[in-house]
């Protein structure tokens, strides 16, 4: 049982690339998430899935794009990289129910020069 | 929207001192409150959680307090170790099924030999 799993681990970008930054859960679980974790500012949410077929915008969702391709796979695309996006990404999964834990995969350290 | 403050920003104890991190949010709405640690280079891990049926909760060297009508919250660590150190992550649920958190800045805490 693997959880949550993330990749790549780590990447490093030049201005303008693009790539996507995949995310699989093994826990049947409806929800998925995308974060992104900076210094200091604790974990911004970046785009949602409350279920299969289903995505919306978090707090950061600007330069990012997202899709929920089955119930396990949860993707992050980001179109043209910038410098301000070097960041810790974090995915993560929710239990059945209301009010349940946040499960997160080991992250993904992303570097755009 | 929801806004949680997380004091102190970091913390130092001597081994075997007791550590209290605590939060505030703003969404009376909020009913679910995890803490996450996270070690270096790691994932967020929860450690233990409380709902807002619940004043405390107790898992061994943790316990969780809430005061639902000060919306405040505290996490308490007694008898801390050397492996306790980590920046430790508190978050209040949002949302109409409480699937949503919205996080804390986060605690460094460091336990001194």
């Known amino acids: 049982n693997a959880g949550v799993t993330q990749t790549p681990k780590f990447q490093v970008l030049k201005t303008g690339q693009s790539m996507t930054l995949q995310c699989a859960q093994d826990?049947?679980?409806?929800?998925m998430y995308w974060y992104r974790q900076d210094p200091g500012m604790g974990l911004r949410l970046i785009y949602y899935s409350a279920s299969e077929g289903t995505t919306d915008k978090g707090e950061v969702p600007n330069g990012y794009n997202v899709s929920r391709l089955n119930k396990r796979e949860f993707s992050l695309r980001l179109e043209s990289a910038a410098p301000s996006q070097t960041s810790v990404y974090f995915c993560?999964?929710?239990?059945?129910?209301?009010?349940?834990?946040?499960?997160f995969g080991d992250g993904t350290r992303l570097s755009i020069l | 929207g929801e806004n949680v403050e997380q004091h102190p920003s970091t913390l130092s104890v001597q081994e075997g001192d007791s550590a209290v991190i605590k939060c505030t949010y703003s969404?009376?709405?909020?009913?679910?409150f995890p803490w996450y640690k996270q070690e270096l280079g790691k994932r967020p891990q929860l450690i233990i959680d409380?709902?807002?049926?619940?004043g405390e909760k107790k898992d061994q060297r943790i316990a969780v307090t809430l005061n639902k009508t000060a919306k405040h919250f505290s996490l308490h660590i007694t008898e801390t170790q050397p492996e306790d150190s980590a920046v430790y992550f508190c978050?209040?649920?949002?949302?109409?099924?409480?699937?949503?958190?919205?996080f804390g800045p986060g605690t460094r805490l460091s336990v001194l030999p």
């Open positions: 993560a999964s929710g239990g059945q129910g209301s009010n349940q834990p946040q499960h």
């Open positions: 826990m049947n679980h409806n929800s």
């Open positions: 969404d009376s709405a909020s009913n679910y």
């Open positions: 409380i709902r807002s049926n619940v």
């Open positions: 978050a209040a649920s949002i949302g109409a099924y409480g699937q949503n958190f919205v």
